[in-house]
């Protein structure tokens, strides 16, 4: 590479340079986590700054040593060598962080001298690192990283353009970094806000209208699972966005009906995100006093416990009788409202 963009200056190269190497934004801004930021680069650069090697170091702010980094096309002892040896002495870093651009060795030393620099012999040509080039990431106005390039000798030498796609590749990185660190910070901290709404004996569901998720905690995740219907219903009430809505469910294989009222509200400064809390109270069956004038007080106590889900043997407990004796007034009861069912029985004391 190393061509000269002439007529428009370097400010028309650059900008021609950025609109080349934009389409790769995207790729970047999107990746999850710094893993797989790094390998979308690397894979990224290599079609505009072609290289046998590729470097990045991203600096801890307090020692400005790397927090993270990554090289491609060579060893990982490679790049502990260049921790230990090789940093402190580099010329081509040297130039970029005092530049603000990118830096690569002929701007250092004529070939010929180059090949004779300390590091040159001590290190890189070891690995055949015949040129080697280094542009800044400048975040805020400090220097927070490095992305690098080796060529070997049978390549040509970085020259303009190769320094003016370096210097795009860098604010497109640096873009992408934040982009990334930022949504490591939001996982996190939605991580933290979720650990406390499981930990809750609130029953919550949180409704994530932009990614069309939803989640429930525990608590709402019993109530729910327990009640037929209820996560269609649930869907029904929250889409109403601000609102308390009441919504009757049966526990599955249950004549029992329960209550649940739903209070949403979407979160002010992020409108697509609905936040529901969740109440439960089991509906009282209680008879009219039509149809309690034809039972007993035992009678009365049994079909009432029978609307609210109980089985027999809860029944039995719950007045001190025996199951069988809950199963003989049970036939009584059934003759005298007219029911054959236990369903119809709960039916006919929860109208």
Known sequence: MGDDIGGGGAGDALAADEEALSSGLEVLVTARGLDELQDRYFDWV??????????LYLFDQRTGRPRASAVRGLSRFYAHRYE???RAV?????????????????????????????????????????HVMCAPLISGGEIVGT???????????????????ATTAARMFQAAVAATD????IDAERAAWWGALEASGQAVVVTDLERAERHANRPARALLDAADDAWPSLDAAIDGGEATRRLTVRAAGSDAATDITVTSAPLPERPSLIVSILSAESRTAALA????RLLTEREAAIAELVAAGQRDHEIAGHLHISPNTVKHHLKSIYQKLGVRSRVELAGLLLR
């Open 46 to 55: 290599a079609g505009h700054v072609p290289s046998f090697a590729y470097g």
């Open 84 to 86: 230990r040896f090789g």
């Open 90 to 130: 580099d010329p081509v870093l040297r130039g970029a962080v005092a530049a603000r651009r990118a830096w690569d060795d002929s701007l250092v030393k004529p070939a010929d001298r180059w090949r004779e620099a300390p590091i040159v012999q001590g290190l890189f040509r070891h690995y055949d690192m015949a």
């Open 147 to 165: 992305i690098n390039f080796a060529r070997g000798d049978g390549e040509p030498a970085f020259g303009d353009g190769d320094r003016r796609r």
């Open 182 to 185: 930022l949504v490591t910070a």
């Open 289 to 292: 006093p039509a149809l309690r």
